[in-house]
């Protein structure tokens, strides 16, 4: 099943999509795409639901409705940094031997064409295409990776955008480069885990200004996405609706020769193999 949320920022109806251009609105059966109801969801309702109103015709075309994030605010966005072996060469940092953990703020998250704001005082905006694991079900001390299956509500197409200055040159955490307000992307669908044959072995791909710059696949990945689950959960509580950013692939602006970043009226375009794409515009902050 393919989730979206419909409509103008703070007024999203929930959604499920019957086509690459057509959804049935599901506000009869939850008043949102969010933590409560991936906690409480019950997929068979849900899916008759839908095939219901399908037949009775009422599908919804999509048209040029704006696509808000897939999940409402979740309670905590959690990263994974350098988590691609060749991504962690080019920005010239050893393979991590245990994932590299850090946080942006939740108000990061945003529709996926929705314009992306450059900071005040920024230089070295940057791009980074990710693999975005939606949690299902509250996860505490998971016994072993073989348990994180059941608390996967599904997966997301994320743009984990980055200030480099902030993150790198700044001092302390690496959160001051990555909760910029717009610096989340998320969506266009949270595309249930069902929906997906083999989440290892996704093909990912970003564009700026229509060149290719990224290029990869979810099987390079040093942590998989079991792994990244379980271990997360001995350090915190992961509560329904949370999102999981696992890592970007390499080519992100940081590791060209010379490095090169993003600029206002700049236009990133990005997708992974079964969960979408998205296009957003680089604009000034007022």
Not at 258 to 272: F, N
Request: aromatic letters at 8%.
């Amino acid at each position: 099943m393919r989730f979206a949320r419909v409509g103008q920022p703070g007024r999203e109806i929930p959604a499920v999509m019957v086509s690459a251009d057509a959804y049935v609105d599901i506000t009869e059966t939850t008043s949102d795409i969010d933590g409560d109801f991936l906690a409480r969801i019950d997929f068979g309702q849900v899916s008759a639901f839908v095939a219901e109103q399908v037949a009775a015709g009422r599908a919804v075309p999509m048209g040029d409705q704006r696509i808000g994030s897939p999940i409402a605010r979740p309670q905590q966005v959690v990263c994974i940094g350098l988590n691609y072996a060749d991504h962690a060469a080019e920005s010239g940092m050893p393979i991590p031997e245990e994932p590299i953990v850090f946080t942006k703020a939740p108000n990061t998250v945003i529709g996926p064409n929705d314009d992306v704001i450059i900071p005040r005082a920024s230089s070295k905006t940057d791009w980074e295409i990710e693999l975005g694991i939606v949690i299902g079900a509250r996860a505490r001390y998971l016994a072993s990776p073989e348990d994180a299956g059941a608390h996967i509500a599904g997966f997301t197409l994320v743009n984990d955008v980055s200030e480099r200055e902030f993150q790198l040159e700044r001092g302390g955490q690496w959160s001051k480069g990555k909760s910029c307000e717009t610096f989340n992307p998320c969506g266009p669908w949270l595309v249930t885990s069902d929906e997906i044959a083999d989440v290892h072995d996704l093909g990912m791909w970003l564009d700026v200004n229509g060149h290719r710059r990224q290029t990869g696949s979810t099987k390079t990945m040093v942590f998989n996405v079991p792994y990244l689950v379980w271990y997360l959960s001995q350090f915190m509580v992961l509560e329904p609706g949370d999102l999981i950013n696992t890592g970007t692939p390499p080519g992100v602006g940081l590791g060209m020769k010379p490095p090169t970043y993003l600029s206002v009226g700049d236009v990133m375009e990005l997708g992974i193999d079964g969960l979408g794409a998205q296009r957003q515009r680089l604009i000034a902050c007022d």
